[in-house]
T-cell receptor, first 112, second 116 residues
Framework: DTEVTQTPKHLVMGMTNKKSLKCEQHMGHRAMYWYKQKAKKPPELMFV???????INESVPSRFSPECPNSSLLNLHLHALQPEDSALYLCASSPRNTAEQYFGPGTRLTVT | QKEVEQNSGPLSVPEGAIASLNCTYS??????FFWYRQYSGKSPELIMFIYSNGDKEDGRFTAQLNKASQYVSLLIRDSQPSDSATYLC????????????????FGQGTILTVHP
């Protein structure tokens, strides 16, 4: 089973809202990732967690705040987003941070 | 020069033909390569990964890695209309410290259309 789940599937939020994206995997993977993908572009790495510790932050604005409560869960907290943050947000996991990554279905985010 | 480059496409092949997707990379130290398929509006799906020089086959898919030429390819035999998608090549370039820490680098993708 190589399933990564993400909730919600779609999210519309205003620029003053606070919301969270959730990601879960039960494959025993020890690395988890957040990516942002705009239309007709490849995924763009935002954060990497390895063994529940943040190992990479790709200079993402502070309005995006990741959290890894345990080895199976990954959250992305959103606050004061801009319309240009509208995108598909993808979570991925891998057995270790140099192995193949499996993506979840994504959350389609629209900021109004 | 981009770290991972794909032939720009789009690529159109008739049903039943072999589709050939190509990717070159600039970091000679890169060790691992991955092919993802992405349907419009969906997330990337891992279809092949290859770590060693040579060919790796899985069903209708064959991945080829040539480290001397810094070249990765994906062949899809007996192409079907359901194979129509964007194909993303990705690799792990080495960081200055010698490890990639999970920073998968994607090519821009090749759009494949298989027409009946």
């Amino acid at each position: 089973d190589t399933e990564v789940t993400q909730t919600p599937k779609h999210l519309v939020m205003g620029m003053t809202n606070k919301k969270s994206l959730k990601c879960e995997q039960h494959m025993g993977h020890r690395a988890m990732y957040w990516y942002k993908q705009k239309a007709k572009k490849p995924p763009e790495l935002m954060f990497v967690y390895s063994y529940e510790k943040l190992s990479i932050n790709e200079s993402v604005p502070s309005r995006f705040s990741p959290e890894c409560p345990n080895s199976s869960l990954l959250n992305l907290h959103l606050h004061a987003l801009q319309p240009e943050d509208s995108a598909l947000y993808l979570c991925a996991s891998s057995p270790r941070n140099t192995a193949e990554q499996y993506f979840g279905p994504g959350t389609r985010l629209t900021v109004t | 020069q981009k770290e991972v480059e794909q032939n720009s496409g789009p690529l159109s092949v008739p049903e039943g033909a072999i589709a050939s997707l190509n990717c070159t990379y600039s970091d000679r130290g890169s060790q691992s390569f991955f092919w993802y398929r992405q349907y419009s509006g969906k997330s990337p799906e891992l279809i092949m990964f290859i770590y060693s020089n040579g060919d790796k086959e899985d069903g209708r898919f064959t991945a080829q890695l040539n480290k001397a030429s810094q070249y990765v390819s994906l062949l899809i035999r007996d192409s079907q209309p359901s194979d129509s998608a964007t194909y993303l090549c990705a690799g792990f370039p080495l960081s200055a410290g010698g490890t990639s820490y999970g920073k998968l680098t994607f090519g821009q993708g090749t759009i494949l259309t298989v027409h009946p």
